[in-house]
């Protein structure tokens, strides 16, 4: 009952914002463990290490009492906890499923995100340097709600244009959202997504893909929608 999965330290002192987000799965068979909660998973934070005193709880995932066979996305805001050099995230599973059909508790994808104040501008802004390679920078605002801005470099020399790609996958690896597709000039640029695929829907709270594409270079980031 006080078995702990725990990961910390982790450094939030010189952070402007941070967030915690997880991937959690509760599997039972049978109808008749509807209704109620075999198998709980609780997930806290504290700031006193491993001494199992002064921890806040973000959620009892079976506080609605009705298991949910699927991955599912949860999300939470640290900025209580900003300007703290130690922290520690905790995961305590918490069985009441004697003799009961499941395949347990699952917990995947755990992030902890923190976002750095932004930095003073250059002294020459005018003076820019083409890059020498492609880069893809994390979007931001990370989780996405409702909309982010991801940013890349083309490189190349002489404003020659380069063919790329930008696109949004499903953590399942279906294509989202087609972003650019198109000869880009050399230099940094910037696309605001919206959360919408190709169909102009709004996509659901989970982990997503982004991929840029350009020349015979590919690179990949992560990032999450949560509303």
């Not at 939470?76 to 995961?91: H, N, P, Q, R, T």
Request: proline content about 5%; hydrophobic content about 35%; some cysteine.
């Amino acid at each position: 009952m006080n078995a702990w999965m725990m990961y910390g330290p982790f450094d939030l002192s010189d952070a402007d914002s941070a967030w915690f987000d997880w991937h959690f799965w509760l599997n039972v068979e049978g109808d008749e463990h509807q209704g109620n909660c075999p198998d709980d998973l609780f997930v806290g934070i504290s700031e006193n290490g491993y001494s199992f005193m002064g921890w806040s709880f973000f959620s009892d995932e079976c506080e609605n009492g009705t298991p949910q066979n699927e991955w599912l996305f949860y999300g939470a805001d640290l900025e209580d906890y900003v300007g703290k050099s130690e922290v520690w995230i905790g995961f305590s599973f918490r069985s009441n499923s004697s003799g009961t059909k499941t395949e347990g508790t699952h917990v995947d994808d755990i992030r902890i995100m923190k976002y750095l104040p932004v930095g003073i501008e250059e002294e020459n802004p005018s003076v820019s340097v083409l890059p020498g390679s492609s880069s893809l920078f994390q979007n931001y605002p990370n989780p996405v709600n409702p909309s982010t801005t991801i940013s890349f470099d083309i490189p190349g020399e002489g404003g020659v244009k380069q063919q790329a790609s930008l696109t949004v996958y499903d953590i399942r690896g279906m294509l989202v959202k087609n972003l650019i597709n198109s000869d880009l000039e050399p230099g940094k640029h910037q696309i605001v997504w919206d959360g919408r695929n190709d169909r102009g829907e709004p996509v659901s709270s989970e982990i997503y893909l982004y991929c840029l594409r350009a020349g015979d270079q590919l690179f990949t980031r992560k990032m999450a929608i949560l509303k």
